[in-house]
């Protein structure tokens, strides 16, 4: 009986008997493949509902895969002080607890590190080079066959004969990316590069047939030039098959079919509304104990078959869940609800979507105005130059994704289009620090630099529901330029309000607290839910003023020496990088007001760690406790 | 007889004359078609010699096509008061001069703007829709067909049956977004989109195949559904049976085989050293001359056998060309030549280019190490990805692009590297506001807010051929993370010197000039030798010192303190946005200085405009008087 306050995990000893009968037992080696799949699942299983999140479906889909290479076909993976070694590394890169799970069976990397998925100084939610063994950062998709090849050309140039191999997913093949690295690798005869394509099937959100459906893929690849061969992913078989018989001359491409969430039946399949639901995320505890059953069973069956005892698993207590009974807000939510309010007036809004229909809150307007719903799949430069097309016609276009990949991969498409004047929405969710777990690729900390220079774009981030509301109420009725709209996505706990009646003046911000009502000589200015929540316990453990400041590249100069000359301190919390975030702009506007005021900003200075909420904002020194103290070492006289 | 100091052109009335003929000549119109394609290549010749730059062989290559579909082909073109009209845009976009022609010859613009290519008010060096009747921005690569399809979107949602009709050119077809952008656009069936593919084998340095091979173009888009037809882009028959085949369910594209350069022998053809010359610049008096008498004698002939007039030409005085007899410095030259001596020792060092060899001072380094040499085509999301896998495999590798490309295409790219904590140097020429003639597509004025934050990658941007060494050394020896290396591309004359045994120190800059030796109260802080040269000017007209800043991302506040507290007024010149360029980032220190110094920053405020030199830098008001006039103005007291 699994008991429900406890998480179960396979312990070491148990791989090691599986792994040393794989390597005695010669061509028999499959069925002891097939049974330590299964167990590692369990692993997998773990890590990511002891995290609180990572991406059940692909680390599912592509484990045989991976186990596979690194058991039976890779020399020396990953590991150049051998000679000729191969590399292994997968460019989706969120089936990171699959390759942990691979190596920790591979006593690559220390077993206990299974506790630790998505905690500082653990295994991060994304490969990282500075785990062991790991050969590339990955999380971002499309750069992997390009890697590779460099990858490739240094080899060849020290004489090593090492091969590449690498993973990439089905969504991931909308990325432009992939296709612009193709013909280069085939023109090189880069022969040493296997590119595993996991075709699962299904994206982010729902079938890659319905997101963006890739065509014929193996006329597409011969086109360009490479050795395709097809399998099944998930049979060890199929698999050595089409490995063996890879092409000597030009690149490979093998297209291994793959069942998204293969080994628990119910996480093969979608959901009544169509939706994956275990593409990330933690399982909800029935979805765990369920999965887990079943594993057991399949992993017991198989066990006895062959003469080895059933299973023991170890036990761990259930972490709890941070947050829960909290009365919390959902930005995203709030934003999906005010995008169909406006939906029904403007009939001029078209919604473009990059696979994360989800995570953008766009489900309602998606029903309720299909045909005015693009749905573009993993293809953010197409998309935001199909917005381009659209606003010269006339239309209004609001662009989706993550602020980490829409304010980067089609950054100069933004650009072009801002060089016509014409009129855009772009929102970005994912803002920000938080969530960490995900890692580097994910937190997107510099969209403040890379959107805040372009003439046209005003950089807006709502503190809660109603601002939220009101940032694209804004953007789409009065701001007659472009605007990105940064959203934190994680749900928080609003421990402020906004003034009844609060309305937008573009360039002015609002206080939010102060300690008496002669007010402070300290003035803190933050932006959005998760620094504002920090820096307003620390602006009542200072005594110090608290202002939103929800503009992020415009500053009404008015307004600032109006408010903020009556303060002898004055500091800026960035959930951004510190150098080129808002601090840094408006430090340029407290110099040149040659006001007497000392001026301060907080904000990362590193590329962020991975980890739970908590110990990342403490790492950077960004949450109350560590703000509170800064401040009052920085200014003395508060 | 030609006379060798006036440029010729083809005046309205003869333009208008064969327009009537095409109109009137029914199914006989493709031989009156064939002598307007020659004069207006003499137009076009005109145009972009009266500018001093320009592109000739994609305007010759592509004329053909965009005068049959404006002229037989398109309903109501880029006219949006005709209901259904169609549209009509170039993706290559620097084929503009072509098009003005055809737009000229149709009377869609002004006769005069002939003699204004590239200057301010006239017509921009890539399309701008503020031109009328230009459809969408154009000149960097590859947004083309997303574009189309968001207009195309438009039209169905208005219920237009306009059509859209592009051109892109061969190079673009390196770019990932064109395959990301195919897929799309079959799945919708959007056979209302036609893409004409200009296929003259050459792109900015020399042929395709040998740049970065292609591979089979029919297979590819036949793969990604589209319904492909082939043709000789130069010849209308052959263009019109294209045309008429296309799909009526499956987006069309035209594989049309053009001549770069096509109806001037010469510029058909590559150099001696297997270059090609005509791809951008002026062409030389000598070819000047010589393609004038070569297309005039082929019109000619051709007017004659049709029974009309030989060609008259209008004359107008050859302009001067600025700058002669000026002892400028080349940054590229030098930092080519540098780039080989270090080449001889790093025998690490590896050098990625993107078609761009010549424009970034890499023909040494190719010739002498070939084996170190990846040239990647217009690929720059590949190369950079590329450059991370060299580097993860223990190579230097040296990145070379436009900054306009190199900072925003692969900007995820290079951040992802950055996480990986590997060292990389990019080279970015083409950096700041000149050349403006091309337009806001090339101006690359907001390089130092894309790259500025990424932590481990530090701006340099030198100021002469001394300077651009010594970057390029201590990238490659002392610096142990990654650098980022801003070159102005321009020759420019430099009247300020480095003191002799001149050394880089991070984060410090250097005084270049003193109106007196007890100093002034004023500081002018700028960079590279476009600002530089303009600031000096101005420190000597107001009594101001001038100090050369470098480090466009990474302050030393110690040095900062150090030399700047003695100043009263600090102004910084950036070539670059005013937003989160240089002076933002110094304005900030300023504030938290508590020193008392008046600041300001000079620098862009808006898109920059297309045009001369000196037109443009008055307008943005960075010339030497503005400067002067500025800071006067802002300070009162220097």
Same mark, same amino acid.
């Given at each position: 009986m699994l008991e429900k306050d406890k998480l179960y995990f396979v312990p070491l000893y148990e791989l090691e008997e599986l792994r040393n009968k794989i390597i005695t037992s010669g061509s028999d080696c499959q069925v002891y493949l097939n049974i330590l799949a299964t167990i590692l699942r369990i692993n997998i299983l773990y890590m990511i509902k002891n995290a609180g999140s990572g991406h059940i479906g692909t680390s599912f889909s592509s484990l045989e895969m991976m186990l596979w290479l690194w058991m039976m076909e890779m020399r020396g993976a990953n590991d150049s002080s051998i000679p000729n070694s191969d590399t292994f590394f997968s460019s989706k890169g969120h089936?990171?607890?699959?390759?942990?799970?691979?190596?920790?069976?591979?006593?690559?990397?220390?077993?206990? @590190?299974?506790?630790?998925?998505?905690?500082?100084?653990?295994?991060? $939610?994304?490969?990282?080079?500075?785990?062991?063994f790991v050969a590339a950062n990955t999380g971002s998709l499309g750069m992997g066959i390009s890697k590779a090849r460099g990858m490739a050309i240094a !080899?060849?140039?020290?004489?090593?004969?090492?091969?590449?191999?690498?993973?990439?997913?089905?969504?991931?093949?909308?990325?432009?990316?992939?296709?612009?690295?193709?013909?280069?690798? &085939?023109?090189?005869?880069?022969?040493?590069?296997?590119?595993? &394509?996991?075709? @699962?099937?299904?994206?982010?959100?729902?079938?890659?047939?319905?997101?963006?459906? %890739?065509?014929?893929?193996?006329?597409?690849?011969?086109?360009? $030039?490479?050795?395709?061969?097809?399998?099944?992913? @998930?049979?060890?078989?199929? %698999?050595?098959?089409?490995?063996?018989?890879?092409?000597?001359?030009?690149?490979?491409?093998?297209?291994?079919?793959?069942?998204?969430?293969?080994?628990v039946s119910f996480m093969e399949c979608l959901d009544e509304n169509g939706f994956y639901k275990y593409h990330s995320g933690a399982p909800s505890d029935e979805?765990?104990?369920?999965?887990?059953?079943?594993?057991?069973?399949?992993?017991?069956?198989?066990?006895? &078959?062959? $003469?080895?005892?059933?299973?023991?698993? +170890?036990?761990?207590?259930?972490?709890?869940?941070? $947050?829960?009974?909290?009365? +919390?807000?959902?930005?995203?939510?709030?934003?999906?609800?005010?995008?169909?309010?406006?939906?029904?007036?403007?009939?001029?809004?078209?919604?473009?979507?990059?696979?994360?229909?989800?995570?953008c809150g766009l489900v309602g307007f998606k029903n309720e105005f299909p045909e005015r719903f693009v749905e573009c799949g993993i293809a953010e430069q197409d998309m935001v130059s199909a917005a381009g097309g659209l606003a010269l016609k006339g239309v209004l276009p609001i662009v989706h994704s993550f602020g980490c990949f829409l304010s980067t991969r089609p950054n100069e498409q933004i650009y072009n289009n801002a060089t016509e004047k014409t009129k855009i929405i772009y929102t970005a969710p994912l803002a920000g620090l938080l969530p960490a777990g995900p890692g580097h690729s994910h937190q997107s900390v510099r969209d403040i630099s890379l959107v805040g220079a372009i003439?046209?774009?005003?950089?807006?981030?709502?503190? !809660?529901?109603?601002?939220?509301?009101?940032? %694209?109420?804004w953007a789409v009725n009065e701001n007659p330029e472009s605007t990105y709209i940064r959203l934190v996505i994680i749900p928080v706990e609003i421990t402020y309000k906004l003034p009844a009646g609060y309305q937008l003046n573009k360039g002015q911000g609002i206080r939010l607290y102060t300690p008496s009502r002669v007010g402070s000589k300290t003035a803190i200015l933050a932006y959005?839910?998760?620094?504002?929540?920090?820096?307003?316990?620390?602006?009542?453990?200072?005594?110090?003023?608290?202002? @939103?400041?929800?503009? %992020?590249?415009?500053i009404d100069e008015d307004w600032f020496y109006g408010k903020l000359a009556r303060y002898k301190n004055l500091v800026v919390v960035d959930d951004h990088y510190t150098k080129f975030g808002l601090g840094t702009l408006i430090g340029a506007v407290v110099a040149k007001s040659r006001l007497d005021i000392h001026f301060s900003q907080l904000g990362l200075e590193e590329i962020p760690v991975c980890g739970q909420t908590k110990e990342v904002l403490r790492h950077h020194q960004l949450d109350d406790f560590s703000i509170a103290e800064r401040i009052t070492d920085e200014f003395k006289n508060i």
């Open positions: 089936d990171a607890p699959a390759l942990y799970a691979v190596m920790v069976a591979l006593g690559k990397i220390c077993f206990n @590190n299974i506790h630790q998925l998505r905690k500082m100084g653990g295994l991060p $939610g994304h490969p990282d080079i500075h785990t062991p !080899n060849r140039l020290r004489g090593s004969k090492g091969r590449i191999f690498i993973i990439i997913g089905d969504g991931e093949l909308q990325e432009g990316q992939i296709w612009e690295s193709l013909q280069p690798a &085939a023109n090189g005869n880069f022969s040493e590069i296997t590119v595993l &394509a996991d075709l @699962n099937q299904i994206q982010s959100d729902r079938e890659v047939s319905k997101t963006s459906h %890739l065509g014929p893929l193996v006329e597409k690849f011969k086109g360009f $030039g490479w050795n395709v061969s097809c399998c099944n992913g @998930n049979d060890f078989s199929s %698999l050595k098959y089409a490995l063996d018989s890879r092409s000597k001359e030009k690149p490979n491409i093998i297209l291994a079919k793959t069942k998204k969430g293969f080994g979805d765990y104990y369920r999965a887990l059953e079943e594993l057991t069973i399949t992993a017991d069956r198989a066990l006895m &078959a062959s $003469g080895m005892d059933c299973l023991l698993l +170890v036990c761990n207590k259930k972490p709890e869940v941070a $947050g829960v009974g909290l009365r +919390v807000e959902k930005l995203i939510q709030a934003y999906g609800e005010e995008l169909c309010e406006l939906g029904k007036i403007r009939t001029d809004m078209v919604v473009l979507n990059a696979d994360l229909v989800v995570d003439p046209g774009v005003t950089i807006f981030e709502p503190c !809660n529901e109603i601002e939220t509301k009101l940032a %694209l109420r959005g839910p998760v620094m504002l929540g920090q820096a307003i316990n620390a602006a009542r453990e200072i005594g110090a003023d608290l202002y @939103n400041f929800p503009w %992020l590249n415009f």
